[in-house]
């Protein structure tokens, strides 16, 4: 059957419908973790602080409370996450063909699952020997005085890009279906990619090497992971061969 084209005025309905749901489910998510488990959550935030004995203080009557929201706001953002991505592949699906839609239902947990994996490795691995080495070995001899929203600032700052490029396979995976790029490519093309990673990893973290050093590589370990995703992934038929199959069977 035939499906009934849009037009853009319902379009933009659609896309307002998935601006407003996304915006709902993140406000939702965010009042919910604020009002239950804010404090839980700010002493997971500081524990790579605490395990070398050092406190944060705040400043400012409000710096506190605006801290709390701003980690509930970035806990809210991922736990709406799965809504977000749905609505945002329901307003894509029907641009695809059949035989593509299969790919949404496994881009979405995906992506969440890269996503949660490299905010997870950042936490649990690559915050510990940054936090060691900045506030304990390059701090040794002062004394640390960190105020909590300019430490909750650098801890955002410091996971988001973890979470961002662990989505570099799936993007690879992606973009060889479709037929952009090859594993030769890549290959062929590794030097420049570990000078990009290396730019990237110094706008991407807070400005000090041994964070840029710490993002750089394990970007460059998911690039090697890349290629061999690109060498595994199935690229698209290209067009012209399709049309010398149609103009063969005509014959």
Do not use: C
């Not at 499906?3 to 853009?8: A, F, L, P, Q, V």
């Not at 004995?53 to 980690?71: D, R």
């Not at 807070?206 to 995703?229: C, F, H, K, N, R």
């Amino acid at each position: 059957m035939e499906e009934k084209s849009m037009t853009i005025v319902e379009h933009l309905e659609e896309l307002r419908k998935v601006v407003v749901v996304s915006i709902i489910a993140v406000l939702i998510s965010t009042m919910a973790i604020f009002f239950l488990f804010r404090d839980l959550l700010f002493m997971a935030a500081i524990k790579p602080l605490a395990d070398y004995g050092i406190q944060v203080v705040f400043i400012g009557p409000t710096e506190a409370l605006f801290s709390k929201l701003k980690i509930s706001i970035f806990a809210g953002l991922f736990v709406s996450l799965p809504v977000i991505l749905w609505k945002i592949w329901s307003f894509v699906v029907p641009a695809l063909h059949t035989n593509e839609r299969r790919y949404v239902y496994l881009l979405v947990p995906t992506s969440l699952l890269l996503f949660l994996l490299g905010v997870s490795f950042a936490y649990f691995t690559v915050l510990q020997v940054a936090t060691r080495f900045l506030l304990v070995i390059a701090a040794e001899g002062l004394e640390p005085m960190i105020t909590v929203s300019k430490y909750i600032s650098f801890l955002v700052s410091f996971l988001l890009p973890f979470g961002a490029v662990f989505e570099l396979p799936l993007i690879v995976f992606f973009l060889t279906h479709i037929g952009i790029i090859n594993h030769s490519f890549l290959a062929r093309n590794r030097r420049y990619a570990i000078l990009i990673t290396f730019v990237l990893a110094a706008l991407l973290t807070p400005p000090d090497v041994v964070s840029q050093t710490l993002l750089a590589g394990p970007m460059v370990i998911l690039y090697e992971i890349s290629i061999w995703v690109s060498r595994v992934a199935k690229p698209k038929p290209k067009l012209e061969n399709s049309v010398a199959k149609e103009t063969s069977s005509r014959d």
